[in-house]
């Protein structure tokens, strides 16, 4: 006869095999049911000063055929009111936020393809912040952060002046690091110059200390929110210059119903 103990071993090992089974069949449940997803691809987009910038927001469905009855609407942390707002085939922008005003759009256009894109004009400083998108239509639900920079950058222009190379870039902010490097990778020595202009930007002038020979140059012009790549290849008394902007950004955001559902059965069972 088996004892107490091993009866309450036992007892429990096909406990904990059911409870497996059962959230397998939760989880298997609550993706079955999936209301879509909200997603974005970039969650810490940078907003150039004074240029328009946009707000990256999709939804998907387990249908190919969006349904043309969605609701979007945008909202900024820390201010009343909404950034954005769409409903029933129309704007709904009685509880706008005056910031907005004549600022932000959507693509209207699109919205029937999963677009919920936010276009915001001409980016101020108070732009800066964290940004939601919330989508509910047939067959799709949910809200995804985007965490707006907003700073300066500007492609510079390089010129060649009695051999040397000398870089001007009209607007950065913040303040950059400037590096000039030969097409070997080695660094060349420079010398950079700012001019404060406004608000903080800046205006920069860099050129290397060594006379230049025929060859491709690279400058680099970064802070914390933007990097720009200048290829410059000097051809006898001329140069032509590339420009690759690379921005400071994290892994994409994805903010479903489906994982929200899924944790939720989970905080359930274990409580």
């Not at 993706?31 to 946009?54: A, C, M, R």
């Not at 009209?170 to 001019?195: A, C, E, M, Y």
Request: with cysteine; glycine share 6%; proline share 3%.
């Amino acid at each position: 006869m088996a004892s107490i103990g091993q009866i309450i071993f036992w007892s429990m090992i096909v406990l904990i095999f059911v409870m497996a089974g059962l959230i397998i069949l939760l989880l298997a449940i609550a993706f079955s049911v999936s209301y879509g997803s909200v997603v974005t691809n970039t969650p810490f987009p940078v907003g150039n000063l004074g240029q328009d910038v946009i707000l990256d927001c999709k939804f998907q469905t387990k249908t190919t055929q969006v349904s043309s009855d969605v609701s979007i609407t945008w909202q900024k942390d820390g201010l009343t009111g909404v950034v954005y707002q769409y409903q029933n085939k129309a704007d709904h922008l009685t509880e706008q936020n005056p910031l907005f005003k004549n600022r932000a759009n959507l693509f209207q256009n699109s919205i029937t393809t999963g677009n919920a894109s936010l276009l915001l004009r001409t980016v101020s400083m108070e732009d800066e912040g964290v940004y939601r998108c919330s989508v509910t239509a047939s067959g799709v639900t949910g809200t995804v952060s985007i965490h707006l920079r907003v700073g300066a950058f500007s492609a510079p222009n390089i010129t060649i002046s009695k051999g040397i190379l000398e870089a001007y870039a009209p607007r950065w902010l913040p303040k950059p690091d400037v590096t000039w490097f030969d097409q070997n990778g080695k660094q060349i020595k420079s010398s950079t110059q700012f001019n404060n202009i406004s608000m903080g930007i800046v205006q920069v002038m860099s050129n290397i200390q060594v006379q230049v020979t025929d060859m491709t140059y690279t400058c680099i012009i970064q802070n914390a929110l933007v990097k720009a790549v200048s290829q410059a290849t000097v051809r006898g008394n001329g140069v032509s210059t590339e420009t690759d902007f690379i921005f400071n950004s994290s892994p994409s955001i994805i903010t479903s119903h489906v994982i929200g559902t899924a944790f939720i059965f989970l905080c359930m069972l274990v409580w």
